[in-house]
């Protein structure tokens, strides 16, 4: 059974880099069947999609954040990792990190980890 | 860029009731489309994946339909369970966007 987990620095500076780590049990990262991906979600309102890797390297931002966010790997610690630079108050947010199965065309994220909370604060 | 929209964005129900929510992309989307259930303080839960098929473990009262630039989740009977918040979620072109959410609250 697949498991993620977000880790990370609860408070960033205005005007730092956010850095998150998502960690993934029970199945690996290299895999050809799923992309893994970041969303977030700011207090009482909806979903943002932020950004997606495949097979450790390949990825794919949203386009209103691409300029300031990468999403990298290390398949062998079966990490992800979220990198946003020169963060504001409107990066706070629950970031969560997913799964999403690829082989059967689903393109649904069916695995979801509990989420971090991240505040940009002075 | 594709944009979502849905509606009701807040919608009041009793149990039993059929619900039906739409979501309508700004461009075809083929059949990339997604529904998820979101209670607070919880991760969301996918219900529907290419528009029409069930996720494991869902119950039969969710369905999904749609193509193109149109698309329903359909529950048919409301339980007490389902009041919640629900969103719609698109792939294309290696981009995911979601729909800004559906709540539905007990009338």
């Known amino acids: 059974q697949v498991q993620l987990q977000e880790s990370g620095p609860g408070l960033v500076r205005p005007s730092q880099t956010l850095s998150l780590t998502c960690t993934v049990s029970?199945?690996?990262?290299?895999?050809?069947?799923?992309?893994w991906t970041w969303i977030r979600q700011p207090a009482g309102k909806g979903l943002e999609w932020i950004g997606r890797?495949?097979?450790?390297?390949?990825?794919t931002y949203d386009p209103s954040l691409k300029s300031r966010v990468t999403i990298s790997a290390d398949t062998s610690k079966n990490q992800f990792f979220l990198k946003l630079t020169s963060v504001t108050a409107a990066d706070t947010a629950l970031y969560y990190c997913a799964r999403i199965p690829i082989n059967d065309g689903s393109y649904g994220m069916d695995v979801w980890g509990p989420g971090t909370t991240v505040t940009v604060s002075s | 860029d594709i944009q979502m929209t849905q509606s009701p964005s807040t919608l009041s129900a009793s149990v039993g009731d059929r619900v039906t929510i739409t979501c309508r992309a700004s461009q075809s989307i083929g059949s990339w489309m997604a529904w998820y259930q979101q209670k607070p303080g919880k991760a969301p839960k996918l219900l529907i994946y290419k528009a029409s098929s069930l996720e494991s473990g869902v119950p039969s009262r969710f369905s999904g339909s749609g193509s193109g630039t149109e698309f329903t989740l359909t529950i048919s009977s409301l339980q007490p369970d389902d009041f919640a918040t629900y969103y719609c979620?698109?792939?294309?072109?290696?981009?995911?966007?979601f729909g800004p959410g559906t709540k539905v609250d007990i009338k």
């Open positions: 029970g199945g690996p990262i290299n895999s050809d069947s799923h992309y």
């Open positions: 979620q698109q792939y294309h072109n290696l981009i995911f966007t």
């Open positions: 890797i495949y097979t450790g390297r390949s990825t």
